[in-house]
């Protein structure tokens, strides 16, 4: 975790200077390779194009740390970047290879985790030896919870909208009480469920995601439904910002533009959801202070 230690160090200064733009975290970053990068509608025409759009946007809105799956980004962006080893079923790789990559720091968190796409639940006892290993070396875990794009079961049979209820997950707080976990979308449509849980399981923090840009259905009622009970219920102090970015670049403003537009959060709500819950849970304020 060396990395971090002196990226923290150097990265709020930068920012704060940054015509007093607050610093924001986004535990919610796709990323891409050359080879997996598709230029699909709306999207950059090329990888490089990608990759300077997002670095505008960083930028542009002082993104000082994220969260990212998959890809790299150029070299000074990767510093700023907590890696995180995704996997939408089974991992592809055995218990001894994921301790290598956490004990070389190659990643520090596990997710984007769906298992939902695969007809699975984090509670699979398939799961349980790399779930010991996440607990006890404190590898946060990023959940994908909620449902997927409309029809998605076309893609991925499995898919099963009931598996996207955060409920599901019960047992595994319960068995790895250590575990970091922090539940993507905030398990919307299920959100209810979500602050069931958030209040019977103080450890458990959530991100919000897609959920933050999907302007059709249900979701945008439920996103606001959502903020308003957290904020009622005092669980704002565990909802983090992500934009859930993966090949449209101009999801981050969109996303931010969408946070800020609620009224019914104060300043200092939406500080923590931007920034202040993602430095806690990702114990960054810890490192930063070695
Ligand atoms: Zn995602």
């Given at each position: 975790m060396r990395k971090i230690v002196f990226l923290l160090l150097v990265i709020p200064t930068l920012v704060y200077a940054q015509d007093g733009i607050k610093p924001i975290i986004d535990v919610h970053l796709h990323g891409y390779t050359q080879q997996t990068y598709r230029p699909v509608p709306?999207?950059?025409?090329s990888y490089d194009e990608f990759k300077a759009e997002i670095r505008k946007q960083f930028k542009k809105f002082n993104i000082v740390y994220a969260v990212k799956s998959g890809g790299q980004f150029d070299p000074d962006m990767e510093e700023i970047m907590l890696n995180a080893y995704e996997?939408?079923?089974?991992?592809?790789?055995d218990t001894l290879e994921l301790k290598k990559l956490i004990s070389e720091d190659k990643i520090q968190v596990w997710g984007e985790f769906m298992p939902m796409f695969n007809g699975?639940?984090?509670?699979?006892?398939?799961f349980t030896p790399y779930l010991k290993i996440c607990e006890r070396e404190g590898i946060p875990i990023a959940l994908h919870t909620g449902r997927g794009p409309p029809n998605i079961y076309k893609r991925y049979p499995k898919y099963r909208l009931q598996l996207g209820d955060p409920i599901l997950i019960e047992s595994v707080l319960i068995d790895y009480p250590e575990l970091k976990i922090y539940l993507m979308h905030a398990g919307i449509p299920f959100y209810e469920n979500t602050l069931a849980l958030m209040d019977q399981y103080p450890q458990v923090y959530c991100d919000l995601g897609a959920v933050l840009w999907v302007d059709q259905g249900l979701t945008p009622f439920h996103l606001k439904d959502f903020l308003i009970k957290a904020k009622e219920y005092g669980f704002i102090d565990r909802v983090m910002y992500g934009?859930?970015?993966?090949?449209?670049?101009?999801r981050i403003e969109q996303s931010i533009q969408k946070l800020e537009s609620f009224e019914f959060l104060s300043e200092d709500d939406k500080r923590k959801i931007f920034y202040e819950n993602a430095v806690r849970f990702f114990d960054l304020d810890q490192l930063q202070k070695k």
């Open positions: 709306g999207a950059p025409e996997s939408n079923n089974y991992p592809k790789i699975l639940t984090i509670a699979d006892p398939k934009s859930d970015v993966m090949y449209w670049s101009y």
